[in-house]
Nanobody, 114 residues
């Protein structure tokens, strides 16, 4: 299971850090990701981190968001800085096994006010 937390209401320009704690999987072997879904929009891939630590970001969050993982704590993080109203969405964490089996967290709401 994946348990996401850390969402909330923040003013534009502010920061939030999302966390997603995993249980029941061999965390270190999984690729991890954060997705988001705004009302009326499809779910969008925001950032990924491989088991080896390589990261990728959607262009709209590059240089503002940082994905990281702590294998000792079975946790993946998303540090979000310089938040914009268009970052408002429900954020979901994802863990994908080497067999491409996906696990999802329950989502955490991020709201950025202008």
């Amino acid at each position: 299971q994946l348990q996401a937390s850390g969402g909330g209401l923040v003013q534009a320009g502010g920061s939030l850090r999302l966390s997603c704690a995993a249980s029941g999987i061999i965390f270190q072997f999984y690729s991890l990701a954060w997705y988001r879904q705004a009302p009326g929009n499809q779910r969008e891939l925001v950032a990924t981190i491989t088991s080896g630590g390589s990261t990728n970001y959607v262009r709209s969050v590059e240089r503002r968001f940082t994905i990281s993982r702590d294998n000792a704590k079975n946790t993946v993080y998303l540090q979000m800085n310089s938040l914009k109203p268009e970052d408002t969405a429900v954020y979901y964490c994802n863990a994908r096994s080497t067999q491409r089996v996906d696990y999802w967290g329950q989502g955490t709401q991020v709201t950025v006010s202008s």
